[in-house]
């Protein structure tokens, strides 16, 4: 093999190195986005059952339901349109209550209820996350042409 030869196959393996490299790391990024579900696209079937993904919106009023000697809660989500079933075993934020903004990180079981792994409450009165808000008011003008 001559010199020009030898140049040419190590940038063509340079080449398929960083072609693999990427399509790895697209993949691993591509599995650790957790992607924003409003109660609505939830109950539309837009969210995978099969991933992690976030879920925002109020906690309704009445909803929260505690086991006794357990960390485990239950409580409704809602984005003003539909409802979510949510359960979460954990310490709850201390800015958890019902009418709270929140948004919960985990994976929809095959009934449909959401499997929480982590509760995040907004910070202050003024603060809400912009997903839940987006939801919120998309909820609200949807509620509003459907009349």
Same mark, same amino acid.
């Given at each position: 093999?001559?010199?020009?030869?030898?140049?040419?196959?190590l940038? +063509?393996?340079?080449i !398929?190195g960083? +072609?693999?490299?990427s399509?790895?790391?697209?993949?691993? !990024?591509?599995e &650790?986005?957790?992607?924003?579900y409003?109660?609505?696209?939830i109950?539309?079937?837009?969210?995978?059952?099969?991933?992690?993904?976030?879920v925002?919106?109020?906690?309704?009023?009445?909803s929260?339901r505690?086991?006794?000697?357990?960390?485990?809660?239950?409580f409704d989500l #809602?984005?003003?349109a539909?409802?979510v079933?949510?359960?979460?075993?954990?310490?709850?934020?201390?800015?958890f209550?019902?009418?709270?903004?929140?948004?919960?990180?985990?994976?929809l079981?095959?009934?449909?209820? !959401?499997?929480?792994?982590?509760?995040?409450?907004?910070?202050?009165? &003024?603060y809400?996350?912009?997903?839940?808000?987006d939801?919120?008011? +998309?909820?609200?003008?949807?509620?509003k #042409?459907?009349?």
């Amino acid at each position: 093999m001559n010199k020009r030869s030898r140049r040419k196959m190590l940038v +063509a393996m340079v080449i !398929f190195g960083v +072609a693999i490299a990427s399509v790895l790391l697209l993949n691993a !990024f591509e599995e &650790n986005i957790n992607a924003f579900y409003s109660p609505t696209q939830i109950h539309a079937g837009e969210a995978p059952a099969d991933r992690t993904i976030r879920v925002g919106g109020l906690v309704v009023d009445g909803s929260v339901r505690r086991e006794e000697n357990s960390l485990a809660v239950q409580f409704d989500l #809602t984005d003003s349109a539909e409802v979510v079933p949510v359960t979460y075993t954990g310490i709850l934020p201390d800015l958890f209550r019902e009418g709270q903004g929140i948004v919960a990180m985990g994976r929809l079981d095959a009934s449909g209820l !959401f499997v929480a792994d982590e509760v995040l409450a907004k910070h202050d009165e &003024n603060y809400m996350p912009p997903e839940v808000a987006d939801a919120l008011n +998309a909820a609200h003008e949807a509620g509003k #042409t459907g009349q």
